[in-house]
């Protein structure tokens, strides 16, 4: 069964809390809907008998705390060890992730350990069969763009779960464990103890962990040439809808027929996923996105990549690590991570292209992607801007003499290099070694040059870094366009083939002259790759019917052009609805198969990905 959109009943439902005070009913609903307590068939139901409705003047409903002890106490009894709170400041602060929406969860619990997410999923799993509204969101540092951490019922927070495990370097793998709790920053760290890093690195990768990086399928600079996540996943722990965890890893021919022939949920799951791809391989194969970033939908085309035929003469893997990185925790929650990481690069050259004509801006890129470059990072001239009348800004990240050495360098590229004319986009390319040793950077500067664009090879680290803070903090930096509005997430995830690059962002700036707005823009160029933050202001109460506006306008554009409208944020509550523009029915039905066989009780995150159940009108923050 699915789950219903009416928050009320999610409200009635939830029944775990502390402390004990009187615990007010939620305000933010999924779907606007009249106010009252609406108990599923509560008279199979005795904890519902515990949540008497209490009415009050100011909230209008209340309820008898005692069904949230009751609940906090089933917890307690199977073994759990970690925090239940509905504390007001806990909801109001997950009631917001770094998207564009406010919705406020009921309980908060936070598990210390595997064995506490195992309690919950196995206790709250029981009680979603009574109380249908009753459902588990992870959420890790709650930086993502798209509110998949979001929820109107249960978050399971996994701070608690930040262990850094092992570092294991073996001839040609280097391979580490960890919780997902871990900040990303901490594991890099450990990382580098040994030369090594995680090459999918996010430019969040300071305030973000690697848990939530796995529920995203989260991508950054370096994907260019290595790709998401889910490309680097040895394997994972993840607690299923039975409340036990299962090691989930690639499997070969004779791993998968053995796990078959066992009885447990990850080999029910594995035997049916299986079956699901044998049924629909042509149409999974045709829907499989264009291009080469993509973190929409479950990534079934990737589970065996060498398709059916040859997995069964025993060639390749049956994987699906590959469609539980980036499933926004929407099939299961992961609880231990294994992932393979690479020596750092030295060496390397960057390349710094200023265009100043757009239509230019393709033709220097693509040619770029004849070198293998690691990455090819792009920034418009507003972030430009923004950086250069913000110098305060960049105090607190560089320290000391290096802070007036960077805006030095900053301005005199700005008024000796560019000649105070900012390009319209400045290009990063970066190069490695193997490939500067077989041509000289100059010598490819020179032929990835246009006409108005000349490409320079950027010798001095102080202007490197220049141009790297400026990159890294574009987001940030576009918030001091205006203090009272907010740059908002909803198209910052559109990715279209390179070579579409410069008619598609030329249409773009068109819908923002037609919708009267402004964006600052920056991203992955190589990848096609652009993050629009629309400068809106939340408090006027037009914004939800634009936002919805241009969100449908603005994905048409990246559809027309060979695009994806979810390059790495993942689906969340903003693309959920609009996964129709690049997906056929039919793959949206084997996406909805797919989540139902590992949730069939709709235990984990429901409404994100599939079966979308938040309204983003009504859902949409009144603050910026
Ligand atoms: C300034 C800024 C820059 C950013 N840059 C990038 C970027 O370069 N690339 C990029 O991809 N993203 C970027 N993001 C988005 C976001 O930071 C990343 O997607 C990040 O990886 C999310 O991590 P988190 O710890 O905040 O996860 P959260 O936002 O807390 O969670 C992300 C998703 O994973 C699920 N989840 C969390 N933990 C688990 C678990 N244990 N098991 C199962 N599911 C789980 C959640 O339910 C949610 O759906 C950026 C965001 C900001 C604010």
Same mark, same amino acid.
């Given at each position: 069964?699915?789950?219903?959109?009416?928050?009320?009943?999610?409200?009635?439902?939830?029944?775990?809390?502390?402390?004990?005070?009187?615990?007010?009913?939620?305000?933010?609903?999924? #779907?606007?809907?009249?106010? #009252?307590?609406?108990?599923?068939?509560?008279?199979?139901?005795?904890?519902?008998?515990?949540?008497?409705?209490?009415?009050?003047?100011?909230?209008?409903?209340?309820?008898?705390?005692?069904?949230?002890?009751?609940?906090?106490?089933?917890?307690?009894?199977?073994?759990?060890?970690?925090?239940?709170?509905?504390?007001?400041?806990?909801?109001?602060?997950?009631?917001?992730?770094?998207?564009?929406?406010?919705?406020?969860?009921?309980?908060?619990?936070?598990?210390?350990?595997?064995?506490?997410?195992?309690?919950?999923?196995?206790?709250?799993?029981?009680?979603?069969?009574?109380?249908?509204?009753?459902?588990?969101?992870?959420?890790?540092?709650?930086?993502?763009?798209?509110?998949?951490?979001?929820?109107?019922?249960?978050?399971?927070?996994?701070?608690?779960?930040?262990?850094?495990?092992?570092?294991?370097?073996?001839?040609?793998?280097?391979?580490?464990?960890?919780?997902?709790?871990?900040?990303?920053?901490?594991?890099?760290?450990?990382?580098?103890?040994?030369?090594?890093?995680?090459?999918?690195?996010?430019?969040?990768?300071?305030?973000?962990?690697?848990?939530?990086?796995?529920?995203?399928?989260?991508?950054?600079?370096?994907?260019?040439?290595?790709?998401?996540?889910?490309?680097?996943?040895?394997?994972?722990?993840?607690?299923?809808?039975?409340?036990?965890?299962?090691?989930?890893?690639?499997?070969?021919? #004779?791993?998968?027929?053995?796990?078959?022939?066992?009885?447990?949920?990850?080999?029910?799951?594995?035997?049916?996923?299986?079956?699901?791809?044998?049924?629909?391989?042509?149409?999974?194969?045709?829907?499989?996105?264009?291009?080469?970033?993509?973190?929409?939908?479950?990534?079934?085309?990737?589970?065996?990549?060498?398709?059916?035929?040859?997995?069964?003469?025993?060639?390749?893997?049956?994987?699906?690590?590959?469609?539980?990185?980036?499933?926004?925790?929407?099939?299961?929650?992961?609880?231990?991570?294994?992932?393979?990481?690479?020596?750092?690069?030295?060496?390397?050259?960057?390349?710094?292209?200023?265009?100043?004509?757009?239509?230019?801006?393709?033709?220097?890129?693509?040619?770029?992607?004849?070198?293998?470059?690691?990455?090819?990072?792009?920034?418009?001239?507003?972030?430009?801007?923004?950086?250069?009348?913000?110098?305060?800004?960049?105090?607190?990240?560089?320290?000391?003499?290096?802070?007036?050495?960077?805006?030095?360098?900053?301005?005199?590229?700005?008024?000796?290099?560019?000649?105070?004319?900012?390009?319209?986009?400045?290009?990063?390319?970066?190069?490695?070694? +193997?490939?500067?040793?077989?041509?000289?950077?100059?010598?490819?500067?020179?032929?990835?040059?246009?006409?108005?664009?000349?490409?320079?090879?950027?010798?001095?680290?102080?202007?490197?870094?220049?141009?790297?803070?400026?990159?890294?903090?574009?987001?940030?930096?576009?918030?001091?366009?205006?203090?009272?509005?907010?740059?908002?997430?909803?198209?910052?995830?559109?990715?279209?083939?390179?070579?579409?690059?410069?008619?598609?962002?030329?249409?773009?700036?068109?819908?923002?002259?037609?919708?009267?707005?402004?964006?600052?823009?920056?991203?992955?160029?190589?990848?096609?790759?652009?993050?629009?933050?629309?400068?809106?202001?939340?408090?006027?109460?037009?914004?939800?019917?634009?936002? +919805?506006?241009?969100?449908?306008?603005?994905?048409?554009?990246?559809?027309?052009?060979?695009?994806?409208?979810?390059?790495?944020?993942?689906?969340?509550?903003?693309?959920?609805?609009?996964?129709?523009?690049?997906?056929?029915?039919?793959?949206?039905?084997?996406?909805?198969?797919?989540?139902?066989?590992?949730?069939?009780?709709?235990?984990?995150?429901?409404?994100?990905?599939?079966?979308?159940?938040?309204?983003?009108?009504?859902?949409?923050?009144?603050?910026?």
């Amino acid at each position: 069964m699915k789950k219903s959109s009416s928050a009320p009943e999610v409200a009635a439902a939830v029944v775990v809390a502390a402390p004990i005070k009187k615990v007010p009913v939620k305000k933010a609903v999924a #779907k606007k809907a009249p106010r #009252k307590i609406a108990l599923k068939d509560s008279k199979k139901v005795p904890l519902a008998m515990t949540a008497k409705k209490i009415h009050t003047r100011d909230t209008g409903i209340k309820r008898n705390p005692l069904g949230h002890l009751l609940m906090e106490k089933m917890l307690r009894e199977a073994g759990f060890h970690g925090e239940v709170s509905t504390a007001k400041e806990l909801l109001d602060k997950y009631s917001t992730d770094e998207s564009i929406f406010s919705i406020r969860p009921q309980v908060v619990i936070r598990p210390r350990h595997k064995s506490d997410v195992e309690v919950v999923v196995k206790t709250i799993g029981r009680e979603t069969k009574r109380f249908s509204s009753l459902s588990l969101t992870p959420r890790a540092a709650g930086t993502g763009l798209g509110g998949g951490s979001l929820t109107d019922s249960i978050v399971v927070d996994m701070m608690h779960l930040n262990k850094m495990g092992d570092v294991t370097i073996k001839k040609d793998k280097a391979v580490f464990t960890c919780e997902p709790g871990l900040m990303w920053r901490d594991m890099e760290k450990e990382l580098k103890k040994h030369d090594l890093y995680l090459p999918p690195y996010t430019a969040s990768k300071d305030i973000c962990t690697i848990g939530g990086a796995i529920g995203n399928n989260s991508a950054g600079p370096d994907s260019l040439r290595y790709g998401h996540c889910a490309d680097w996943v040895e394997s994972l722990d993840v607690v299923l809808k039975d409340g036990k965890s299962y090691t989930i890893k690639p499997l070969t021919l #004779k791993e998968f027929q053995a796990l078959i022939k066992q009885k447990h949920e990850h080999a029910r799951i594995a035997q049916s996923i299986y079956e699901l791809i044998v049924k629909n391989e042509v149409e999974i194969k045709r829907n499989k996105p264009k291009t080469k970033k993509n973190s929409s939908g479950y990534a079934l085309w990737n589970v065996i990549p060498e398709g059916v035929v040859a997995f069964k003469k025993g060639k390749g893997v049956f994987d699906l690590t590959r469609i539980i990185t980036g499933s926004q925790g929407t099939i299961g929650i992961v609880t231990n991570i294994t992932m393979r990481a690479l020596p750092i690069q030295k060496n390397t050259s960057l390349l710094m292209v200023p265009i100043f004509d757009l239509a230019e801006a393709a033709d220097t890129i693509v040619k770029s992607l004849k070198y293998n470059p690691i990455n090819v990072e792009i920034f418009d001239a507003l972030t430009f801007d923004l950086a250069l009348s913000n110098p305060d800004f960049f105090k607190q990240r560089l320290s000391g003499l290096m802070y007036y050495r960077v805006m030095l360098s900053m301005y005199t590229t700005y008024h000796v290099r560019f000649a105070r004319k900012i390009p319209e986009f400045t290009v990063l390319i970066t190069l490695d070694e +193997e490939t500067t040793q077989k041509k000289p950077a100059v010598e490819i500067a020179k032929e990835i040059s246009t006409k108005s664009s000349k490409a320079r090879v950027v010798t001095n680290q102080v202007e490197a870094e220049m141009y790297w803070q400026i990159r890294r903090a574009s987001y940030t930096l576009s918030k001091f366009q205006d203090r009272n509005k907010r740059p908002a997430a909803f198209l910052e995830d559109m990715t279209v083939p390179p070579e579409n690059l410069s008619k598609f962002f030329m249409q773009i700036k068109k819908l923002f002259k037609e919708f009267n707005v402004t964006a600052a823009v920056h991203g992955h160029g190589g990848n096609g790759h652009f993050h629009f933050y629309p400068l809106l202001d939340f408090t006027n109460k037009t914004t939800p019917a634009l936002v +919805e506006k241009m969100a449908d306008a603005f994905f048409d554009t990246a559809v027309k052009f060979k695009g994806d409208i979810c390059g790495e944020h993942n689906d969340g509550i903003i693309r959920t609805p609009y996964l129709h523009k690049m997906f056929s029915k039919k793959m949206l039905e084997i996406f909805k198969e797919t989540e139902h066989l590992f949730d069939p009780d709709d235990i984990f995150n429901p409404g994100k990905k599939v079966n979308p159940r938040f309204d983003i009108r009504h859902n949409i923050r009144h603050t910026n």
